[in-house]
T-cell receptor, first 112, second 113 residues
Framework: GNSVTQMEGPVTLSEEAFLTINCTYT??????LFWYVQYPGEGLQLLLK?????DKGSNKGFEATYRKETTSFHLEKGSVQVSDSAVYFC???????????FGTGTRLLVSP | SQTIHQWPATLVQPVGSPLSLECTVE??????LYWYRQAAGRGLQLLFY??????ISSEVPQNLSASRPQDRQFILSSKKLLLSDSGFYLC????????????FGPGTRLLVL
């Protein structure tokens, strides 16, 4: 079946450090891939997405590239801020299916 | 623009009591609607989804049920809550046009004691 695997957290960084959160997936065909962010006590917000191989999603300084050959969609940001502290979820959706399949989430803690 | 509302924001209920959580979407027609649960420290699990009024699909057998009495209203219910029903419940919608992206509401935190 379809699944998403994320690196375990928490990831602890100092402000302005480089961020990578790894995400790999297992799926048949060509799913769409997403990163969602959840700030404390809130619902999920779509951060970025990619719908086909080699697409790069980007938003708010974050980016991720859909790599079909490595079945990966790693999230990166060049310089994190304290306000980026949150839980980040990688997810996939197969065309024709309703369900988003989520990873378990990675907590990011950024200190000043 | 589209907005999604959930209420209540927080709920504390005794074991064995009933439950009703409501979700409404504004600014769109005929959306697909979803209920997810997020247990503490875990990822999200899809509970139910609906592609139209009165059409409910269940992903996980449990003591919860869902209903869609109106196009933009989605209700999650239980007749008797269990301790294991505690968690963060998220409603989401997506355009019913094949667009993949789902948009989430602010969530309801449920604590069953």
């Amino acid at each position: 079946g379809n699944s998403v695997t994320q690196m375990e957290g928490p990831v602890t960084l100092s402000e302005e450090a480089f961020l990578t959160i790894n995400c790999t997936y297992t799926a048949t065909g060509y799913p769409s891939l997403f990163w969602y962010v959840q700030y404390p006590g809130e619902g999920l917000q779509l951060l970025l997405k990619a719908t086909k191989a080699d697409d790069k999603g980007s938003n708010k300084g974050f980016e991720a590239t859909y790599r079909k050959e490595t079945t990966s969609f790693h999230l990166e940001k060049g310089s994190v801020q304290v306000s980026d502290s949150a839980v980040y979820f990688c997810a996939l959706k197969q065309t024709g299916f309703q369900k988003l399949v989520f990873g378990t989430g990675t907590r990011l803690l950024v200190s000043p | 623009s589209q907005t999604i509302h959930q209420w209540p924001a927080t709920l504390v209920q005794p074991v064995g009591s009933p439950l009703s959580l409501e979700c409404t979407v504004e600014g769109t027609s005929n959306p697909n609607l979803y209920w997810y649960r997020q247990a503490a420290g875990r990822g999200l699990q899809l509970l139910f989804y609906s592609v139209g009024i009165g059409q409910i699909s269940s992903e996980v057998p449990q003591n919860l049920s869902a209903s869609r009495p109106q196009d933009r209203q989605f209700i999650l219910s239980s007749k008797k809550l269990l301790l294991s029903d505690s968690g963060f419940y998220l409603c989401a919608w997506s355009p019913g046009t094949g667009v993949e992206t789902q948009y989430f509401g602010p969530g309801t935190r449920l604590l069953v004691l």
